[in-house]
């Protein structure tokens, strides 16, 4: 997939691929040891975001859908 044809994706897909994208992010995060928190602290491995995307705030969603589309 390109850049351009991601940029022309419906919102749904967007949304499925967006989703896809954090679990896997997720599942590498857990992976190496890291733990879910309220606050992210890199040195101690622990990071707000390790929740289900559905749980995510809408901003941490935004940058999901940001990186999708930014995937060439």
Do not use: F
């Amino acid at each position: 997939m390109n850049s351009e044809y991601i940029n022309k994706l419906d919102a749904e897909t967007l949304e499925l691929l967006a989703e896809a994208a954090h679990k896997v992010w997720m599942e590498g995060k857990l992976r190496d040891g890291w733990k879910y928190g309220p606050v992210t602290d890199k040195a101690g491995k622990i990071h707000s975001c390790l929740v289900p995307y559905s749980q995510l705030s809408e901003a941490d969603r935004k940058s999901d859908r940001d990186m999708v589309r930014g995937i060439p």
